[in-house]
């Protein structure tokens, strides 16, 4: 017995040494969960829809991976992809810095868009990317997001938006900012028509994206724990001088303010949207004018 | 001399500059204020009301900062809350309902990065905004009279014609909060405003701005009466240009406006 506890904390420890060696990064096949500690073996975290086995913390996902997950397989059709970066403000570096991600990254700009289906029904589907420059919004998102919402009034089809952003796209300037009221107009004009936007709030959502698109939703639904607000933790407790309590500004948080109709786990996500999509599918009571 | 970016966001915060009431009581006359978003509360960073420009009823909203302390105090340093910009969209409804056009003043550093800010939706107050501006189906004008920063600006600042006092700067963030997010130290806000393109001429030349009001020298206090004649000037022409249109032209014409952006 005690030769067991011995050999437990002995593992315990050589845990701990691993878990310390990996730190928060991703190295190789091994992922350590910032929530629980665990390390976990990167196929498998895959296979579970990248949400910890452990203690259910959701990572954060590219748009690849959300589109696997969501889109039925093989219809995803992508709108909008000869949208790239532009420079406005010739910015030092910037188009430099791009570039490099581009390259290392694969991936071209922070959101991608596309019509697809889910459970058979057709939907556009915009999900950001927080591994382009923490999903910022610059022109090439807010074009991309505009065409996108213009498809969908087009073609009379529900918009689906995955948010992930910290914000706008600083290095744009002014025109950044502009994309908040170009997709916040578009999305105004889809509510005339009558047509379904659902918005998914994925940690983290924060600055102008919260402040325009994700938070028009006619149904807006959030991962759990995702980090949700306008003004970034640090900047406020900068101005307020003091710590925020714990799960300030969470999923949960803006639930109980009433800013969100929903929080859904990442294996119920898929099931839900296609859900509130049939729900919407018959339209509603036709009275004689 | 021509001065620098820095030089002119020094100019934009004075102390001494015009404020939104300034120019309310100088260029409008019968100025009505109206209080709260009848929700939660009423922000004293946002004033708003009707008056009558020459005989013409208008509904004007302003963000507001103070002239010294204690008004800044009052008026939480010209930092709306999620109220400040209900009760702008409450009286801009208001605005359509009688037909009236809509005249904005923006001056901010930005909507109030505070906890009851976020507790009551600072991100929806302002987005529901921009959304409602878009489809307003009476003429808007905005003015940026002295720091147009952030969603905080933008909250009150989607028109049909959008103007900027020649040392007024509008910019996707404050030079320090740039500079503290792209070069991790906020004490480099001077570089940074000469990188972020955020002067009226600058923004003028990005397609931003339709118009750009002359100041003296040493900034609007100096010539005030002369700059409200302007924009008095300014405000009847476009007025009634934009009163021309048919609703559905007006609204078209503005999604077109910032579609391009
Ligand atoms: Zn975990």
Redesign the interface.
């Known amino acids: 017995m005690i030769i067991d506890k011995v050999k437990k904390i002995n593992e315990e420890e050589k845990v701990k040494k691993r878990n310390e060696k990996a730190s928060d990064r991703m190295i190789g096949k091994w992922v350590k969960c910032d929530n629980c500690k665990e390390i976990l073996y990167k196929e498998e975290l895959h296979k579970n829809l990248s949400v910890c086995p452990n203690c259910g913390k959701h990572f954060r996902l590219s748009a690849r991976r959300r589109i696997k997950q969501i889109a039925d397989e093989g219809t995803f059709e992508e709108i909008g992809k000869d949208i790239l970066t532009s420079d406005p403000l010739q910015f030092d570096g910037y188009m430099k810095k791009v570039e490099t991600l581009r390259e290392k990254t694969k991936i071209d700009e922070a959101v991608k868009c596309g019509i697809c289906e889910i459970e058979g029904q057709k939907v556009v589907l915009g999900v950001m990317d927080g591994n382009f420059l923490m999903g910022s919004m610059g022109r090439a998102v807010g074009e991309r997001i505009t065409l996108a919402i213009e498809t969908a009034i087009k073609k009379k089809l529900p918009l689906i938006m995955f948010c992930v952003s910290g914000g706008a796209r600083m290095q744009e300037g002014i025109v950044s900012l502009m994309q908040m009221a170009k997709t916040s107009a578009a999305i105004a004009k889809l509510n005339e028509k009558g047509l379904l936007y659902i918005s998914v709030l994925t940690d983290p959502t924060t600055g102008g994206v919260t402040a325009s698109f994700a938070s028009l939703g006619d149904i807006i639904l959030a991962e759990p724990k995702a980090l949700i607000g306008f003004a970034g933790p640090r900047v406020i407790e900068q101005t307020i001088k003091q710590k925020l309590p714990k799960g300030f500004q969470s999923s949960e948080f803006l639930l109980e303010h009433g800013f969100i109709d929903k929080i859904v786990e990442r294996k119920d996500m898929k099931e839900t949207l296609a859900k509130l999509l049939r729900l919407h599918a018959k339209g509603g009571a036709k009275r004689n004018e | 001399m021509s001065k620098t970016a820095w030089d002119r966001v020094t100019l934009a915060r004075e102390l001494e500059r015009p404020k939104a009431t300034d120019y309310i009581n100088n260029i409008f006359h019968d100025f009505i204020e109206l209080h709260g978003d009848r929700y939660f509360g009423d922000d004293k960073s946002i004033v708003a009301g009707i008056a009558l420009l020459d005989d013409k009823p208008v509904t004007i909203i302003g963000e507001q900062k103070g002239k010294n302390v204690k008004e800044n105090m009052e008026r939480n340093f010209g930092m709306p809350e999620p109220e400040g910009y209900r009760k702008a969209l409450r009286l801009m409804k208001q605005a359509e309902k009688f037909k009236r056009p809509i005249i904005t003043f923006i001056d901010t550093p930005g ?5 009851g ?8 107050a ?3 905004n ?3 501006m ?2 307003l189906k009476v003429p808007i004008i905005c003015i940026v009279i002295g720091e147009g920063s ?2 905080g600006a ?2 009150i ?2 028109g049909d014609k959008i103007i900027m006092l020649e040392n007024a700067v ?4 404050s030079p320090e ?2 500079a503290s ?2 070069y991790k130290d906020s004490s480099k806000a001077k570089e940074a405003a000469e ?4 002067t009226a001429k600058d ?1 003028k030349k ?1 397609g ?1 701005i339709d118009k750009i009001i002359k100041e003296p020298e040493k900034g609007a206090q100096n010539d005030f009466e002369a700059i409200c004649e302007n924009i008095k000037e300014y405000l009847l022409k476009e007025i009634k240009n934009l009163e021309k249109l048919t609703e559905k032209e007006l609204v078209e014409q ?2 077109k406006k ?2 391009v ?1």
């Open positions: 909507a109030y990065p505070g906890m800010a976020e507790e009551r939706g600072q991100g929806e302002i987005a529901k921009l959304m409602e878009s489809k952030s969603g933008l909250a600042g989607v509008y910019s996707v963030l909060g740039f997010i792209l990188n972020m393109k955020l923004l990005l931003i503005r999604y910032f579609r952006m």
